[in-house]
């Protein structure tokens, strides 16, 4: 094996870890956030605050000691002021926030499940937004996907064991969160490549952070932190420093070591993440029901990236 080859199987090797750690960071994230709120002390509006507003620190944190990307622009354009507000309200105020206000409502299973929709939305105003063509293929894709994320809504029941009080509004509520991310790829795809991910992601967070805070401020005052157990504590340092930065960070390693097609199929592994995890740690309960739907979800979403 010549030098150059052990070179790039290197770099598919690194690809694809950073994928998996990615995927699972953020298929974790579902038990984690539910076991969060379910303490009652943290409430869905102080943990979005806490998580959008310790991602702006950490991020802005490494953008100090992290090189700007040559490839890339590193500080914002004024032109590109009121794009990036949109942006940022639409994939991290708007779309996180729902998150976990339909998790605290649902099931983390359903939850993690609808969260997976977001190709199918992408093509959708894609094709209403961007005049992207729409195959048999894809509508067969994002009908199959769409009906199996209605599964998910209209057969959710409440369970008090497992704290899900409203698993309609609280699935309604995560299906919410992917149009706002499916419009934000859609509409800000130029934005999104002029700028490098840590520029990106500090100013984005810390607009967000901006916007929620007079909402978030109040229960993030009010919570009693002597109550806070350790596993809480646990779970508040994973969705801060796992799930909201390092797996962001990991994504760009992926995107230049291995092929579009792989990070889509990785996409497939944070539902069955969270689902395994959530069923185990007695968060939720699996049924014939979950299996139909997620399995349509899954081969909706896997026609889709395959069409596209």
């Known amino acids: 094996m010549t030098m150059a080859s052990k070179l790039l199987s290197n770099q598919k ?3 694809h870890l950073a ?23 943290i409430t869905p509006m102080a943990l979005s605050g806490y998580r959008i507003i310790g991602g702006a620190l ?15 622009c590193n500080s914002i354009e004024r032109r590109d002021i009121v794009p990036l507000i949109i942006a940022s309200l639409l994939v991290i105020g708007l779309n996180q926030v729902l998150i976990i206000v339909g998790m605290s409502l649902t099931s983390p299973v359903d939850a993690s499940v609808v969260c997976s929709l977001t190709p199918i939305f992408t093509l959708i105003f894609g094709a209403i937004l961007m005049g992207i063509a ?38 309604v509520a995560c299906l919410m969160a992917q149009v706002f991310g499916a419009l934000y790829l859609v509409c800000f ?18 607009i967000s952070g901006i916007a929620v805070l007079p909402f978030s401020l109040p229960d993030m005052l009010a919570v009693d932190w002597s109550q806070v157990i350790l596993m809480e504590y646990i779970d508040l340092t994973f969705i ?20 579009p097609t792989v990070i889509a199929m990785y996409n497939y592994l944070q539902p069955v993440v969270a689902v395994v995890f959530s069923v185990i740690a007695g968060l939720a309960t699996f049924s014939i029901t979950n299996a139909i739907a997620t399995a349509m979800v899954f081969v909706g979403v896997w026609i889709v990236n395959r069409a596209k």
């Not at 009908?143 to 309609?168: K, R, S």
């Open 58 to 72: 950490l991020f802005w944190l490494i953008g100090m000691f992290v090189k700007p990307d040559k490839n890339a």
């Open 19 to 41: 994928l998996l750690v990615a995927n699972v960071s953020w298929g974790l994230m579902a038990p984690f956030l539910k076991d969060l709120l379910n303490g009652g002390i």
């Open 189 to 206: 795809t130029k934005l999104i490549s002029k700028y490098s991910l840590i520029t990106l992601m500090k100013w984005m967070f810390l």
């Open 134 to 171: 729409f195959t048999w293929s894809k509508a067969l894709g994002v009908t199959i996907g769409l009906a199996g994320a209605l599964i998910f809504v209209f057969t959710g029941q409440a369970d008090a064991e497992t704290c899900v009080t409203n698993p309609v509004l609280g699935d």
């Open 240 to 259: 801060i420093l796992f799930g909201t930065c390092l797996a962001y960070m990991l994504i760009p390693v992926a995107q230049r070591r291995v092929e």
């Open 13 to 15: 090797y690194e690809g």
